[in-house]
């Protein structure tokens, strides 16, 4: 998704999608945008076990709280 964001219609060569050039610097950048994609859809409206996921993330957030 980040890739399309940063395409604007330029060949790979003229490319910059913004991306860092060593591995433990990507890691790090792509991070933040993973979770903001990952938050998107699974909390999407058209995502049909969203309320599935939903229920199991805060009963896990409780146990996790009462150490269970």
Not at 33 to 55: E, F, H, I, T
Not at 59 to 66: G, I, V
Request: glycine fraction near 4%; aromatic fraction near 10%.
């Amino acid at each position: 998704m980040r890739h399309m964001e940063t395409w604007f219609g330029k060949t790979d060569q003229k490319w910059d999608s913004g991306f860092l050039l060593t591995h433990k610097e990507k890691k790090a950048c792509l991070t933040c945008p993973r979770k903001k994609y990952v938050v998107k859809l699974v909390c999407s409206y058209a995502n049909k076990l969203r309320d599935r996921v939903m229920g199991e993330a805060l009963a896990y957030n409780l146990a996790k709280r009462l150490n269970v």
